[in-house]
T-cell receptor
Framework: GAGVSQSPSNKVTEKGKDVELRCDPI?????LYWYRQSLGQGLEFLIY????????KSGLPSDRFSAERTGGSVSTLTIQRTQQEDSAVYLC??????????FGPGTRLTVT | RKEVEQDPGPFNVPEGATVAFNCTYS??????FFWYRQDCRKEPKLLMS???SGNEDGRFTAQLNRASQYISLLIRDSKLSDSATYLC???????????FGRGTSLIVHP
C-alpha cells in the first residue's frame, strides 16, 4: 500500500523567505509527527497531531514554525522568515494511534 | 543524563559476526520501546518493537530490561546490508511523544 509521502523532496530557499512543506500520511493513521534532522544529528521532535485533538507543539523551536493538519489527513509545516540554521531534513511520520511510526522520505531544506 | 542514550559507535564487524547494541533510558515510566534502522541519507524504518517478553525476528533479537532500564538489539550472522544506523526509541506512559536516541552506527565489512 501507499506509504507516507512528502513534498517537495528538496527545497532551496533564500534567507528570509517562507516555505511550506507537505506531508500525506498513510490512510487511516490518526497520529502524525513532524521531526527535523540536521546532518549527523538525531531526530528532533517538532509537533504531534492526534485525530481532532489540539496538536502538541512543544517541540517547535520558535514562533516562525507552525503546522496544521486539515481534515485529519494532510499536514503542512510552515517556516516563516527562514534562517540558515533551519537547514535540515524535515521528516514526517504517521502511526495508527501511537507507537510504530512510518516515515516519509523527508524534505531536504537548504536556506542560502 | 540524556533521556535515551546509545553508544554512537561505529561498530565495525566482519560478515557473519554477532553484534549487540544497548540503549539506556532514564524515565522509569517508559512503556513502549522500538528499534529503527536508518540508512545513510534515508528516512528511519521500523525494525521491531520491543516487548517485555523480548522479540525475535529472524537474525534480530530485541530484549527489554526494566530493572536496569535498557533495551538491547542483537544481530546474528551479520550481512553487508545490515550496515546502517540503529535508532532506539522510547515512549513514556501518558506521553505520545517518542524520544529517539542519537543512534549506533554499524559497519559490516567483507
Amino acid at each position: 500500500g501507499a506509504g507516507v509521502s512528502q513534498s517537495p523532496s528538496n527545497k532551496v530557499t533564500e534567507k528570509g523567505k517562507d516555505v511550506e512543506l507537505r506531508c500525506d500520511p498513510i490512510s487511516g493513521h490518526t497520529a502524525l509527527y513532524w521531526y527535523r534532522q540536521s546532518l549527523g544529528q538525531g531526530l528532533e521532535f517538532l509537533i504531534y497531531f492526534q485525530g481532532n485533538s489540539a496538536p502538541d507543539k512543544s517541540g517547535l523551536p520558535s514562533d516562525r514554525f507552525s503546522a496544521e493538519r486539515t481534515g485529519g489527513s494532510v499536514s503542512t509545516l510552515t517556516i516563516q522568515r527562514t534562517q540558515q540554521e533551519d537547514s535540515a531534513v524535515y521528516l514526517c511520520a504517521s502511526a495508527r494511534e501511537r507507537g510504530e511510526q512510518y516515515f516519509g522520505p523527508g524534505t531536504r531544506l537548504t536556506v542560502t | 543524563r540524556k533521556e535515551v542514550e546509545q553508544d554512537p559507535g561505529p561498530f565495525n564487524v566482519p560478515e557473519g559476526a554477532t553484534v549487540a547494541f544497548n540503549c539506556t533510558y532514564s524515565n522509569s515510566a517508559s512503556q513502549s520501546f522500538f528499534w529503527y534502522r536508518q540508512d545513510c541519507r534515508k528516512e528511519p524504518k521500523l525494525l521491531m518493537s520491543v516487548y517485555s517478553s523480548g522479540n525475535e525476528d529472524g537474525r534480530f533479537t530485541a530484549q527489554l530490561n526494566r530493572a536496569s532500564q535498557y533495551i538491547s538489539l542483537l544481530i546474528r550472522d551479520s550481512k553487508l546490508s545490515d550496515s546502517a544506523t540503529y535508532l532506539c526509541v522510547v515512549e513514556a506512559g501518558g506521553s505520545y511523544i517518542p524520544t529517539f536516541g542519537r543512534g549506533t552506527s554499524l559497519i559490516v565489512h567483507p
